[in-house]
Each structure stands twice: as structure tokens, then as C-alpha cells.
């Protein structure tokens, strides 16, 4: 899953890591990471979005209906 992440979510993701490793209670993102990280979140969630209303008109497969009987039992 990893690999499907934006370079800004992947150093997002890192940062964190680090943080939970070594204990930190801080994680400090200068502005610029702010805004490319704000920018791809936002860009997943439209994303997201896009695909649920997609799912939502489309329609639903039909289904097939199987009968079993015990045989000769």
C-alpha cells in the first residue's frame, strides 16, 4: 500500500515513524510540508469521493439464485 503514497504522504508517514520511535511529542512540519501535505490529502479525499458517488450510481450486479436438495440421502 505503501508504494501508492505520494512522495509528501510517504514523508509525512516517516516523520511520524520517527517521532513514535524515538518518543517525541512534537512532530514539526515546516510550511511548505503543510501545504503539499494539505494539498495530496485533499486530493485523496476528492479522490475517494469521486469513487463513492461512482459506486452509488452504479447499478447493482444482478445476483444468482441456487437451489440445493439432499439428493438421495
Same mark, same amino acid.
Given at each position: 500500500?505503501? @508504494?501508492?503514497? !505520494?512522495? +509528501? =504522504?510517504?514523508?509525512? *508517514?516517516?516523520?511520524?515513524? =520517527?517521532?513514535?520511535? &524515538?518518543? @517525541? /511529542?512534537?512532530?514539526?512540519? &515546516?510550511?511548505? $510540508?503543510?501545504? *503539499?501535505? +494539505?494539498? #495530496?490529502?485533499? #486530493?485523496?479525499?476528492? +479522490?475517494? @469521493? %469521486?469513487? &463513492?458517488?461512482?459506486? $452509488? @450510481? !452504479?447499478p447493482?450486479? *444482478? !445476483?444468482? #439464485?441456487? /437451489?440445493?436438495?439432499?439428493? %438421495?440421502?
Amino acid at each position: 500500500m505503501e @508504494s501508492n503514497l !505520494t512522495i +509528501h =504522504l510517504k514523508m509525512f *508517514n516517516d516523520k511520524v515513524k =520517527l517521532m513514535n520511535s &524515538s518518543q @517525541s /511529542k512534537q512532530l514539526m512540519l &515546516s510550511a511548505q $510540508e503543510a501545504r *503539499n501535505l +494539505h494539498a #495530496d490529502l485533499f #486530493d485523496l479525499l476528492n +479522490h475517494c @469521493s %469521486t469513487l &463513492s458517488r461512482r459506486l $452509488e @450510481s !452504479t447499478p447493482v450486479a *444482478n !445476483t444468482v #439464485d441456487v /437451489k440445493m436438495d439432499g439428493g %438421495t440421502w
